[in-house]
Structure formats: C-alpha cells, structure tokens
C-alpha cells in the first residue's frame, strides 16, 4: 500500500506542477506561490478541524528548529518549479527533480543527517544514478 501511495504522490506532484505552473502564468511567481499556499492552508485547517485534532501540539515539545523548515522547502519547491514550467518539459522537471531528490537523499543517508539512520554510499547507488541521468538525458533529447 505505501508503494501505491508513493506512485499516488509522485502522481499528484506532476499535477499540482502543472496547476501551479498555469496558475504562474496568470501571476506572478511570488503571489502565485502566496496564493498556492494560502489554499494549502485553509484546506488543512479544515481537515484538522475535521479530525479535531489539538491545534496547538508544540508547545510542551523541544524539537531541533531544521524539522519546522518543511514549509520553507515547500515554497522554494514551488517557486523552482513555477520558474521552470513553460521553459522546459513537464518530464524534464520531473526527472530533474528526481535527481536532485536521489542525489540528496544519497547525501543525508551517508551522513546520517536529519535524524536519518546511516546507509553508506555504494556503487549501487551509483548504477542508480547513472540510470536517472541517462533517463534525464533520453527524455531531453526525444
């Protein structure tokens, strides 16, 4: 099922570039990623309503400040993609961000970073790798 589910995600992220993109196209990048996440918010504070779930959970917990930066990556994952779309192909950006996401993923498991559990790199990760590239590289190219 959480196979399925990551498919489903990486499903939703090829649509939602796509929204955003267009949506960009009608403003700016900035207020376009204002705007995407405004809707982000009002749709998740209907559904924790919904849940009733205690809106306030921090404030008993000491957690390292780097685990509050999602909404950060959020916005800069949003604006790059925004600034990508129309200038190069939706499975360009896609591969691209795979990637990035592949090569830093590799990055965080070698070191252990994030509270992650430490996986060495090696050279099958590096197989892995090449194929994305060359995948990257065919898509680009066809």
Known sequence: MYY???V???SIIAVMIAVNGVLTSHF???L???IIHIVGLIIITIILVRHKENPAPWKNKKLPLFLYSGGLVGVA???FNNMAFGKI???AILAIVLLGQSITSIVID???WLDMPYQPFNKKKLIGLSFIILG???IMVI
């Open 4 to 6: 399925f589910l990551s």
């Open 8 to 10: 489903l995600a990486g």
């Open 28 to 30: 700016t990048i900035y």
């Open 32 to 34: 376009a990623t204002v």
């Open 77 to 79: 994952t949003t604006i």
């Open 89 to 91: 192909s939706m499975s």
């Open 110 to 112: 070698h070191f252990g």
């Open 136 to 138: 990257i590289v065919l």
